[in-house]
T-cell receptor, first 112, second 117 residues
Framework: GENVEQHPSTLSVQEGDSAVIKCTYSDSASNYFPWYKQELGKRPQLIIDIRSNVGEKKDQRIAVTLNKTAKHFSLHITETQPEDSAVYFCAAKFSSDYKLSFGAGTTVTVRA | GAVVSQHPSRVICKSGTSVKIECRSLDFQATTMFWYRQFPKKSLMLMATSNEGSKATYEQGVEKDKFLINHASLTLSTLTVTSAHPEDSSFYIC?????????????FGPGTRLTVL
């Protein structure tokens, strides 16, 4: 099965600074990589995703980059705000089914 | 759009009893739904894939007789924790993938907090 590693486990940034979270995956056949944001006790919310035929995708302050050769993808949050504080999970989908394998999560704290 | 609900949101039960959790896709049909378990400050662990009209597919290490899954319609999947014990206490989350599309996106329910006394 797919193995996804996520770093760092915790990240504290000053408001207005950027935050970067990195994930690596093991299966080169994986073709879909979503990022979810989860606030305490709430459901994971999809914030951005990327497919294997694209190298970068941006949505306002959030961007994701994918390096298929190195099998890693990253989430970039610019101009961080206190409401960005949450746990962020990366995930990868093996090509032959719809199951997602999740990273361990990154707790992001934005200091005002 | 793409809203998934779960019921109940919280449940407390006695050891040895069974608990049923419902997962509904409110505004779309979902041939495939997924059940996850999440421990405090941990990641989502896939338990099983629920397939409408057929048997669920369980991940390695998940007891199918312990966690019964039924996906009787295109908008409803249920997870029944049978003979629950304190170690089954956890946050159970479902997700649903819209059918009739090529999307890989999964939409998550709000989760059910199960506490077994």
């Amino acid at each position: 099965g797919e193995n996804v590693e996520q770093h760092p486990s915790t990240l504290s940034v000053q408001e207005g600074d950027s935050a970067v979270i990195k994930c690596t995956y093991s299966d080169s056949a994986s073709n879909y990589f979503p990022w979810y944001k989860q606030e305490l006790g709430k459901r994971p919310q999809l914030i951005i995703d990327i497919r294997s035929n694209v190298g970068e995708k941006k949505d306002q302050r959030i961007a994701v980059t994918l390096n298929k050769t190195a099998k890693h993808f990253s989430l970039h949050i610019t101009e961080t705000q206190p409401e960005d504080s949450a746990v962020y999970f990366c995930a990868a989908k093996f090509s032959s089914d719809y199951k997602l394998s999740f990273g361990a999560g990154t707790t992001v704290t934005v200091r005002a | 759009g793409a809203v998934v609900s779960q019921h109940p949101s919280r449940v407390i039960c006695k050891s040895g009893t069974s608990v049923k959790i419902e997962c509904r896709s409110l505004d779309f049909q979902a041939t495939t739904m997924f059940w996850y378990r999440q421990f405090p400050k941990k990641s989502l662990m896939l338990m099983a894939t629920s397939n409408e009209g057929s048997k669920a597919t369980y991940e390695q290490g998940v007891e199918k007789d312990k966690f019964l899954i039924n996906h009787a319609s295109l908008t409803l999947s249920t997870l029944t924790v049978t003979s629950a014990h304190p170690e089954d206490s956890s946050f159970y989350i479902c997700s649903a993938r819209p059918s009739g599309t090529t999307t890989d996106t999964q939409y998550f329910g709000p989760g059910t907090r199960l506490t077994v006394l």
